[in-house]
Structures are given as structure tokens and as C-alpha cells.
């Protein structure tokens, strides 16, 4: 079963999504919190696999309520709902640690597919609206170094100095890359001549290094540390 968490300052809200995921044989509502303090709670006493967190609540607001979710609760993983269709809202969400990002007007299928999503691991936003909202918003902490004609690293991109990109090998530095311009596993397979099994392996050991949950965090980290710039 996937537990569910659900906070928003609306009865009427919690209600409709309750009677949407409480259809489903897979999922389960393990609690209910009407703000950000209390979602904490919530997450201590009942840890989900999933909290739902409506963005903008009285007193703490769903940003600043999964910051502090996940910095008590590391494994802890929000989909931020909101009725706001702002590319600033997505990466400020993105930014302290939310898994995903859902419009209230979605339909029941759509919602029911993000926690199950999520639930199993991977991120809720497509590959192409991530890099969109992170190269609007990202500000790069490192000053691009340069890169030799032949290199064969993507536009927008450079090799970073060592001390920009940790543990990470040359191969994985450039399937990040790969994967900051919103490819798939099976594209940077095809990319880069590999299996996606491969692609995959990749992929978990640079999760593991920079110490991110999942690839949609590996690509803010990328960003902000200057792994990858913004274009122009």
C-alpha cells in the first residue's frame, strides 16, 4: 500500500482528494493536517510515502512546511499542489526538496498517477518543463571554464573544475549534462553509444554523490553548483 499524506487549509479540499485515492486498492490516507506546522506532525506520526502539500496555507506556507518536512524527514517525499501555474513557484518547490508539482485542476487520474509516481521513486514534472523552470530560475554558483572545440558536451554546458562536481567521473558529469537537457535514460543511452542499464547505473551513483533523492534534484544541484549553465 501507499500511505498517503494530505494537508490543506480547505476541509472540502482534503475531502475530494481523499475519495479520489481511498478508490484506488494501492493507496491509503494515514493522516490529514490543516497547515504547515502541522504537516510536520503528521510526518513524524504517520510517515508516508507521500504528502500531498498544498502550497499556500495561513502561517506556514507549503514551501517553508517541506523544507522543514524533509530536513526532519529525509526520506520523506512531497508533491506540492497548487492553483498556481507559475514557473517560479516550480523551482522554488524543487528547490527545498519536492518531488513534484500538481495543479489542483488536474483530474483524479492524473492525481492518482503522481503519487504513484512518486511513490516509487522518480520525479513528477516532465524532463523538458524541469529544465525550462531550472534554467529561468538557477543561478550558477561556478564561472564556466573553458572547453576545447572538439569537446562533444551539449550547448549550455562545460566541464566544470573539480571542485564544482565532487566524486563525479567524466562519464557521469556528462550524463548529467545529458540529463539536465531534459533526456531520458533510454536518450542518453542512444546519446552516448550505451545500454540504458548502463544509463541507469550512471545515474544512481550520481543521485548517490551529490546526495540528491532523485534526477529532477540532480539537475537543481547541478545548476546551482555550475555542473551546467543557464543559455544565454
Same mark, same amino acid.
Not at 500500500?1 to 479520489?20: C, E, K, P, T, W
Given at each position: 500500500?501507499?500511505?498517503?499524506?494530505?494537508?490543506?487549509?480547505?476541509?472540502?479540499?482534503?475531502?475530494?482528494?481523499?475519495?479520489?485515492l481511498?478508490?484506488?486498492?494501492?493507496?491509503e490516507i494515514?493522516?490529514?493536517?490543516?497547515?504547515?506546522a502541522?504537516?510536520?506532525a503528521?510526518?513524524?506520526?504517520?510517515?508516508?510515502?507521500?504528502?500531498?502539500?498544498?502550497?499556500?496555507?495561513?502561517?506556514?506556507?507549503?514551501?517553508?512546511?517541506?523544507?522543514?518536512?524533509?530536513a526532519?524527514?529525509?526520506?520523506?517525499?512531497?508533491?506540492?499542489?497548487?492553483?498556481?501555474?507559475?514557473?517560479?513557484?516550480?523551482?522554488?518547490?524543487?528547490r527545498? $526538496?519536492?518531488?513534484?508539482?500538481?495543479?489542483?485542476?488536474?483530474? $483524479?487520474?492524473?492525481?492518482?498517477?503522481?503519487v504513484?509516481?512518486?511513490?516509487g521513486?522518480?520525479a513528477?514534472?516532465?524532463?523538458?518543463?524541469?529544465?525550462?523552470?531550472?534554467?529561468?530560475?538557477?543561478?550558477?554558483?561556478?564561472?564556466?571554464a573553458?572547453?576545447?572545440?572538439?569537446?562533444?558536451?551539449?550547448?549550455?554546458?562545460?566541464?566544470?573544475?573539480?571542485?564544482?562536481i565532487?566524486d563525479?567521473?567524466?562519464?557521469?558529469?556528462?550524463?548529467?549534462?545529458?540529463?539536465?537537457?531534459?533526456?531520458?535514460?533510454?536518450?542518453?543511452?542512444?546519446?552516448l553509444?550505451?545500454?540504458?542499464?548502463?544509463?541507469?547505473?550512471?545515474?544512481?551513483?550520481?543521485?548517490?554523490?551529490?546526495?540528491?533523492?532523485?534526477?529532477?534534484?540532480?539537475?537543481?544541484?547541478?545548476?546551482?553548483? $555550475?555542473?551546467v549553465?543557464?543559455?544565454?
Open positions: 500500500m501507499i500511505r498517503v499524506g494530505l494537508v490543506d487549509d480547505q476541509a472540502m479540499v482534503r475531502v475530494g482528494l481523499r475519495m479520489i481511498e478508490a484506488e486498492n494501492d493507496i494515514v493522516g490529514e493536517a490543516a497547515d504547515g502541522d504537516a510536520q503528521l510526518v513524524r506520526d504517520h510517515t508516508p510515502d507521500v504528502v500531498l502539500m498544498d502550497i499556500r496555507m495561513p502561517g506556514m506556507d507549503g514551501l517553508a512546511a517541506t523544507e522543514q518536512v524533509i526532519a524527514h529525509p526520506d520523506a517525499r512531497v508533491v506540492i499542489l497548487t492553483t498556481f501555474d507559475d514557473d517560479e513557484y516550480v523551482y522554488e518547490a524543487l527545498v $526538496g519536492a518531488s513534484g508539482f500538481l495543479l489542483k485542476s488536474a483530474d $483524479g487520474d492524473t492525481l492518482v498517477n503522481a504513484r509516481v512518486v511513490a521513486g522518480e513528477l514534472l516532465a524532463p523538458e518543463v524541469t529544465r525550462r523552470v531550472i534554467e529561468r530560475f538557477a543561478v550558477p554558483a561556478a564561472t564556466p573553458t572547453v576545447p572545440p572538439s569537446s562533444p558536451e551539449p550547448q549550455g554546458a562545460y566541464v566544470p573544475p573539480p571542485e564544482a565532487g563525479l567521473s567524466e562519464r557521469e558529469v556528462e550524463v548529467l549534462q545529458l540529463i539536465a537537457r531534459g533526456m531520458s535514460n533510454q536518450e542518453i543511452a542512444k546519446e553509444w550505451v545500454s540504458p542499464t548502463t544509463v541507469k547505473t550512471h545515474v544512481s551513483h550520481i543521485l548517490t554523490k551529490l546526495g540528491v533523492r532523485d534526477r529532477v534534484q540532480a539537475v537543481v544541484e547541478a545548476y546551482e553548483s $555550475g555542473i549553465i543557464p543559455k544565454g
